[in-house]
């Protein structure tokens, strides 16, 4: 009987907490950016090689792109950053009209990502892969090495516009605005760029502008309502 009693009385307590009234409160997102110079660089360039055989064609994109690992070493000194992205070798077919595809040799692809933190060779690191016998240039993307430091002001920036967006919308239920109930981080993105493609023959000393890195960070605040 005891036990039930025990159970009776919280289940009453927790009636009555769910029917109380809660506070007053605006809820409010902000979006904080900040923007930095980058300081580092990530170069994907490929190497495609084609052959009668999948035998030659992966010899020959070896040869080749051992030939454009050996020039980026050697301009990105010992500490050079490279990785394989993405290898494949594939069938070749021809088309023709009205008739079933016919096999006519291989290809073999090999995708490599040059990384270095010096944005004064960003031009030259492209005009050598070229040189080396890269045929294509996927991309090239700029960012921050340790990107908490902007990420943090973001963050603070966000912070304070969505404080201020939630003190217009109490102003203008004719309220003030009171002690802040929750805040939380909705997601933080850094965007690298500039993103380009470029085809081997590329001129012999290729301009690239690094530009700014934005780094972009979403808040959402709760704060009570007061008189």
Known sequence: MRKLVIVALLAVVALSSASGQRTPYVRASGEGVASIKPDQMKLTVGVTTQAETAQ???ADNAARSTQVIDALRKLLGPSAELQTIAYNVT????????GTPVLS???ASNTL????????IAGRLIDVAVGAGATSV???RFGLKDPQPAKQIALKLAVQQARSSADAMAGG???KLGSVISIAEASVATPVYSDRSTAAGAATVTPVETGM????AYVVIEA???N
């Open 213 to 216: 890195v934005e780094v972009r």
């Open 113 to 120: 990502e040059a990384t270095t933190g010096d944005l004064s």
């Open 105 to 107: 040799g291989y290809s």
């Open 173 to 175: 239920l004719g309220a």
């Open 91 to 98: 069938p070749l077919y021809k088309y023709p009209s009205g």
């Open 138 to 140: 996927g991309s090239i």
């Open 224 to 226: 009570q309502l007061a």
């Open 56 to 58: 030659q064609a992966a």
